[in-house]
């Protein structure tokens, strides 16, 4: 069975780092993509960044680049997301996601919030 | 970057009805990537269908989808009470994924 379980999220000031962690079993982690995605309360998804397999390839989405890094860990089958310089948009529920076929996400983590507030 | 527009905005039907929602691209969709999702409160999402028509694993049949180009479609006949959730299309392409801003169906 598949299974991503993210940690790392809580309550940051602005200006502030994070830095979240998604575990990952049930399957070859170094064989496939993988991402990052957020929701802002009440809204709808937003795709935050992804890295090849390998971890030679990452792309961000435009607005979060220099910011934020992805990174992975193929021994330890895990995946991750600094977050610098928190800003209040960035309040979010961050989930990991596995690529999966056609440019999708095929399973989801449970997500975990991060709240950037004074 | 392809732009995702979905309606409406909210659907309200009732359980065995037929629900059609619609997702409109800015750009033609030149790959066949397009997916569908489904949120219910509280929880992460679901992958629905991928490749604009392709049910994912364990995706009950009263769940369709079609489209091309920039018009896509996903139909859930015999709406069942689980059904009423937060759907959401997505595209991938240029190495970026966009997502529509996703139609909630509600129970009428």
């Known amino acids: 069975e598949v299974q991503l379980v993210e940690s790392g999220g809580g309550l940051v000031q602005p200006g502030g780092s994070l830095r979240l962690s998604c575990a990952a079993s049930?399957?070859?982690?170094?064989?496939?993509?993988m991402s990052w995605v957020r929701q802002a309360p009440g809204k709808g998804l937003d795709w935050v960044a992804n890295?090849?397999?390998?971890?030679?390839?990452?792309d961000y989405v435009d607005s979060l680049k220099g910011r934020f890094t992805i990174s992975r860990d193929n021994a330890k089958s895990s995946l991750h997301l600094q977050m610098n310089s928190l800003r209040a948009e960035d309040t979010a529920v961050y989930y990991c996601a596995k690529g999966g076929p056609s440019g999708s996400f095929d399973f989801w983590g449970q997500g975990t919030l991060v709240a950037v507030s004074s | 970057e392809i732009v995702l527009t979905q309606s409406p905005g909210t659907l309200s039907l009732s359980p065995g009805e037929r629900a059609t929602l619609s997702c409109r691209a800015s750009q033609s969709v030149s790959s066949n990537y397009l997916v569908w999702y489904q949120q219910k409160p509280g929880q992460a999402p679901r992958l629905l269908i991928y490749?604009?028509?392709s049910r994912a694993t364990g995706i009950p049949d009263r769940f369709s989808a079609s489209g091309s180009g920039t018009d896509f479609t996903l139909t859930i006949n015999r709406l069942e009470p689980e059904d009423f959730a937060v759907y959401y299309c997505q595209h991938y392409g240029s190495s970026r994924y966009t997502f529509g801003q996703g139609t909630r169906l509600e129970i009428k």
């Open positions: 049930g399957f070859a982690f170094s064989d496939y993509w």
């Open positions: 890295i090849k397999a390998d971890g030679s390839e990452k």
């Open positions: 490749g604009v028509s």
